[in-house]
């Protein structure tokens, strides 16, 4: 199996997770060295803060592994286009590189709306893989938005009667 392959299953697993408790399913891995080292996933409402997104838990995990805030040498898969916050983190923790799987026309910053990680005007600039099995982690989001909608609905439906 595909290198990246195999690692962007494991961050839909992670989004998957997210998922299962009401959570936007986005979720990503960081290996270094040819392993995981960090994974994370969405937790927003369950933590009730901006900051839980799934690429700022991993950083936070990567970084007490590796036990410095400098992240050379890792690679995030990460299964949606990470927004301004999570790409600045990105580059601030100077990581090598990102491979995504599902662009964010709305809120990424990471090609779509601009690309924080690639800015040559930043002490540090971010190798950039997009589209990595993209159907699937669209479909996981496309999925989950169809489900919400139709949970919305049938408690409007509810209180009607």
Known sequence: MDEKIKYMKAAIVQAKKAALIGEVPIGCVIVYDNKIIARGYNKR??????LAHAEI???EKASRY?????L??????VTLEPCQMCSGAIVQ???DRVVI???NPK???AGSILNLLQMEQFNHQVELETGVMQEECTKLLQDFF??????KKREKESKKL
Do not use: F, H, P
Request: net charge positive.
């Open 72 to 77: 050379e040498g890792c690679t995030m898969y």
């Open 66 to 70: 590796l036990n410095d805030w400098r």
């Open 101 to 103: 799987g599902s662009m």
């Open 93 to 95: 923790s100077r990581m």
């Open 146 to 151: 169809v489900m919400l909608r139709e949970q």
């Open 107 to 109: 809120a990424g910053c």
């Open 45 to 50: 409402n369950t933590k009730k803060t901006t």
């Open 57 to 59: 838990l991993a950083i």
